[in-house]
């Protein structure tokens, strides 16, 4: 058999190629995968995309590479749907072997994914931006971890800032799932402990498109409306609340009046303004890590928003807290991930918006915004910080005997 | 319409010319001809292949495959299975198949266990999974009353309006359907020591229905009820002249499909572990006929094909396309599937197996008359 001298050159070449792969792989450690789960369906695709962001800024801002593991996202979308987030963390967990689970963004979501994680003792998961509160204060998971505070601590204060601005009675228009539930808790606890009147609350279907029953039933006695709702709903109420003439000020849950709503592009945006809210974000925090931030997040990605929404904010918090945590224990992942965990558990987590720790059932305890919506002379909408409140835990305050988990009909002050 | 009458309507053996319909001795419905020439042992042996490879599955693919992949495509492949009986032998495309699904896994709830207070009855779960296939079966009897005087385009015009009907009914009443959340923690029991929604059991539950649907509409494709429903789909005016009571043909059919979809949507209700709404969105109604028209609706087996394929690009588009618009690969596979096929992936099989059986020396004719239920 005659041998060419192309066939010599092509043999060498594959074995100097074969063997700078191996020698690459030698000379590091395997990477750690992550797998990170948001919603690129249904009503948050918005927002999902935005937490994807987000989550890149993080492990873009240590360049891939954490202890000298480089960091591999495997990515996944679910539709704000329990089942569906269920099945793509079961795909990324077991098929996809990641080691470390980021996600999901939605309420249901998040409960769903904790009672799933409890299957799967040698994964870590940490949440995406989910802020039922459900999620870690009843039968937390041990692996578990959210370092995002939830609907319910993103409320306190609102009460008493709506009760400052002379609202006495509230109508109630909310997504009808655990996020809101949450959200609504916080706000109603405060609010009727300080005297306030809640006479009505609508709860509506999530993904829902038409709001013109629940614009019917609006009293005219309330003085503004809470709507807690979000991505495309939270568009498509203003639209048709607009369209009815309607002209209550509202208070927005902390999602309503989030950057992508902010954004949109309807007649109705001017009378945003003035409506406060309570959130874990605020556009306008003077802080310098939150400057430095925004900048960071306007650099890498021309495409994003003027200023990064919640679920950037958010999804940059819980995957911040990943790779320090793997940074703390020199990216040792042995052990059933004990030592990660144990780091996890006990460290104090630096923020854009302030220190987060976690408490014992591995939920955030950290800073919340009072905010209003102001214009800028740009024409775009911000919100303007009224108030910041920090170390805000989860039982709001109280003690874990008189907290109550927030539901239909919880709590109540017609 | 009598009992008499119905039960000589479900005969469809040859009667004696010229006697009236009534003088027909009645025979109860379904039971096995005895004169009719049976078909030659079908049994083949690529069927023994796929059933050992069905059986041992689970031993050499990871629990992903066997549960999420494996089991969900079995269970979706019944629901869409009782879809291709209706539409490819019947001739009548109900989008309302995941509704009866549905039903029957938001009865196994109520009836059953579940997360939410004072909604669930707590009864044994094999009786609530009776009631709740029961249950759903007569819904889908009723379905079928409602919508067979309807044909084609109409047809799926009515069961999609009581499809979302339905969807509305779960998201806005509390007391029953618990709304928006639906019904959480719906699991299948343990017994005998085996949990049976750990992926190994599960598969095998999944599997010992999804084969017991198969055969059974295979089996019931061959009787003279399948027959007849074949005929009526063919030339409904015709099998009228001829003495067939087109219409309890049809609403038995419903029935029939309905069962089956029923016992998918158990499957499906364990498999999720809850049943929400969205489990019967017009999402899920169109789903089904996604999965079941992918196949191919000329064979019960085109279901499975097609939950397969589905089941396979849900968990694997976005690994291809790994981006925002991993939806586009699904949508341009199903595209091409459709496009350039008749008859889904089964019309690929058969203009296969025509192209090398013409190689190999044989007519046309022979190939395709080996093909059972060739139009």
Known sequence: ?414 | MSAANWRGAMNVEPRAHGAPARAVPARAAGAPPTARPRFKNPVRVRHLLVLAFLLAYPWFSTPFFTYQIGAQALALGLIALSLTFLGGFGGMISLAQMTVAGIAGYMVAIFGTAATDGVSLGWPWWLAVLIGIVLATGAAAFIGWLSVRTEGIYTIMITLAIGVAFYYLVLQNYAIFNGFQGEQKVFPPTLGGIYWRDPTPFYYLTLFWALAGYLFVVYLLRSPFGIALQGIRDNPRRMHALGFNVTAHRVTAYAIAGAIAAVGGVLFTWYNGLVTPGSVGTSWLINILIIAVLGGMRHPVGAFLGAIVFVLLQNFAIDVFDRERFNLVIGVVFLVIVLFSRDGLLGWWSALSVRLSTHRGETRWRSARGRLYAR
Request: proline share 5%; with cysteine.
């Open chain 1, 1 to 414: 058999m005659e041998i060419s001298k192309g066939t010599v050159v092509r043999t060498l070449a594959v074995i100097l190629v074969v063997a700078a792969f191996t020698a690459g792989a030698f000379a590091q450690a395997p990477p750690v995968k992550i797998g990170l789960l948001a919603t690129l369906e249904g009503p948050f695709a918005a927002g999902g995309q935005d937490g994807m962001r987000g989550a890149e800024l993080a492990v873009r801002q240590r360049n891939g590479v954490v202890a000298g593991r480089k960091i591999e996202i495997v990515k996944a979308s679910s539709d704000a749907k329990p089942d569906v987030a269920v099945n793509a963390t079961r795909k990324l967990v077991e098929q996809d072997k990641v080691d470390i689970m980021v996600g999901p963004l939605s309420g249901s979501e998040g409960i769903a994914v904790k009672e799933y994680s409890k299957t799967q003792p040698n994964t870590t998961f940490i949440n995406g931006s989910s802020g039922a509160q459900a999620t870690t204060l009843s039968s937390p998971s041990p692996n578990f971890f959210r370092f995002n505070t939830d609907g319910g601590q993103w409320m306190v204060g609102v009460g008493k800032a709506a009760l400052d601005k002379g609202y006495k009675r509230v109508m109630v228009i909310a997504e009808d799932y655990a996020f809101p539930y949450s959200q609504v808790q916080g706000f109603m606890t405060e609010y009727c402990k300080l005297g306030g009147k809640v006479p009505v609350k609508a709860w509506v279907p999530l993904g829902g498109k038409d709001y013109a029953s629940v614009i019917a039933r609006i009293p005219k006695d309330v003085d503004a409306l809470a709507v807690v709702l979000g991505g495309a709903d939270a568009v498509n109420f203003l639209n048709q609340y607009e369209q009815a003439g309607g002209d209550k000020p509202l208070i927005g849950g902390s999602i309503t009046v989030s950057q992508d709503i902010l954004n949109y592009k309807g007649k109705r945006r001017d009378s945003l303004v003035g409506t406060i809210a309570g959130s874990p974000i605020a556009d306008a925090y003077e802080a310098p890590e939150f400057k430095a931030f925004v900048a960071d997040y306007k650099k890498n990605f021309p495409d994003g928003y003027p200023s990064p929404s919640l679920f950037a904010l958010v999804y940059y918090i819980n995957m911040k807290a990943t790779l320090d945590g793997l940074d703390l224990v020199k990216g040792d992942l042995s052990d059933g991930q004990k030592k990660y965990r144990d780091a996890l558990s006990k460290m104090t987590l630096k923020t854009p918006v302030g220190d987060v720790k976690l408490d014992a059932n591995r939920q955030a305890i950290g800073t919340t915004f009072i905010t209003e919506v102001v214009k800028d002379a740009q024409g775009n909408l911000h919100n303007r910080v009224l108030k910041k409140i920090d170390n805000v835990n989860q039982t709001l305050g109280m003690s874990p005997a008189e907290f109550k988990i927030g539901s239909r009909d919880e709590p109540n002050c017609p």
